[in-house]
Nanobody, 113 residues
């Protein structure tokens, strides 16, 4: 049974930092990443990392966010620096194996101005 357990969200002032973690169990994933959804907006890709280490980022977070994974722990991280109010959203962990994709329950990130 696949489980994704997210942690690390919270309230931070603009310019601050947060680190999200997503601990996966039950499968090995070729792709691990983060999406976010702000109120009234569609869910969007923030960043993802492929098993070989290649990464993709949304243009809006390039240079501020860093995604990484610890394969031994089957965990993906999102280091978020220089946070802006427009980064406020529910952040979802997303993991993909050979058969399907899985979603975490979401963690709220709120950036105050």
């Amino acid at each position: 049974q696949v489980q994704l357990v997210e942690s690390g969200g919270g309230l931070v002032q603009a310019g601050g930092s947060l680190r999200l973690s997503c601990a996966a169990s039950g499968s090995i994933f070729s792709i691990m990443g983060w999406y976010r959804q702000a109120p009234g907006k569609q869910r969007e890709l923030v960043a993802r990392i492929i098993s070989g280490g290649r990464t993709n980022y949304a243009d809006s977070v390039k240079g501020r966010f860093t995604i990484s994974r610890d394969n031994a722990k089957n965990t993906v991280y999102l280091q978020m620096n220089s946070l802006k109010p427009e980064d406020t959203a529910v952040y979802y962990c997303n993991c993909v194996n050979s058969y399907r994709e899985y979603w975490g329950q979401g963690t709220q990130v709120t950036v105050s101005s």
